[in-house]
């Protein structure tokens, strides 16, 4: 069973923090890692996606991937209220046939 | 872009009866769209994968005779929820892959239809 983990919360930060988003996934055969941010009542919208090991940076968002460890996080620096959302790991398994392995979703709260 | 649509956005419906809702890629061809369904403070639950000149694929648990997938075109894909139940009162959310990205793997998600079953 291929699952995908991710760091329990409800995670609340204050405004202008780092807010660290973390996922674990369980199966070393892994394409492609993405991480998608959904708020209440809309659906997944896609914020970073990460193949190779190391970090990606897309203005205030940073996937860091070590497949080693089968480990990928999220940082979003300088955190907003407006990034107040559930963020949802998804993983692609080679053979999958392009199918998503969603985490449960870490809810974050950024206070101002 | 990559603009995934879905028509309608909320629907009520009374128990019995049927559902249809349609999923569209707007500015790129999709022979490969999935359907989900998400329940209050959950996660997305794959339905079914939906392909275009075939038969969708459908998840364990997800009854085929219930949930009737037709993709027509390279464009549409249709889900109906037959005989409707308070039971299937839920969201649901279409994706597709884009060929013409970086990655074949990176789907984009239609905006979900809120369906409500009386």
């Known amino acids: 069973q291929k699952e995908v983990e991710q760091n329990s919360g409800p995670l609340s930060v204050p405004e202008g923090a780092i807010a660290s988003l973390n996922c674990t996934y369980s199966?070393?055969?892994?394409?492609?890692f993405f991480w998608y941010r959904q708020y209440s009542g809309k659906s997944p919208e896609l914020i970073m996606s990460?193949?190779?090991?190391g970090d990606k940076e897309d203005g205030r968002f940073t996937a860091q991937l070590n497949k080693a460890s089968q480990y990928v996080s999220l940082l979003i620096r300088d955190s907003q209220p407006s990034d107040s959302a559930t963020y949802l790991c998804?993983?692609?398994?080679?053979?999958?046939?392009?199918?998503?392995?969603f985490g449960s979703g870490t809810q974050l709260t950024v206070l101002p | 872009g990559a603009v995934v649509s879905q028509h309608p956005s909320r629907v009520i419906c009374k128990s019995g009866t049927s559902v249809k809702i349609e999923c569209r890629s707007l500015?790129?061809?999709?022979?490969?769209m999935f359907w989900y369904r998400q329940f209050p403070k959950q996660s997305l639950m794959l339905m079914a994968t939906?392909?275009?000149?075939?038969?969708?694929?459908?998840e364990q648990g997800v009854e085929k005779d219930k949930f009737l997938i037709n993709h027509a075109s390279l464009t549409l894909s249709t889900l109906t929820v037959t005989s409707a139940h308070p039971e299937d009162s839920s969201f649901y959310i279409c994706?597709?892959?884009?060929?013409?990205?970086?990655?074949?793997?990176?789907?984009?998600f239609g905006p979900g239809t809120r369906l409500t079953v009386l």
């Open positions: 990460i193949y190779s090991n």
């Open positions: 939906s392909n275009e000149g075939s038969k969708a694929t459908y």
């Open positions: 998804a993983v692609v398994y080679s053979g999958s046939a392009r199918q998503l392995t």
């Open positions: 994706s597709a892959p884009n060929r013409g990205t970086r990655d074949y793997n990176e789907q984009f």
């Open positions: 199966d070393r055969v892994s394409q492609s």
């Open positions: 500015d790129f061809q999709a022979t490969t």
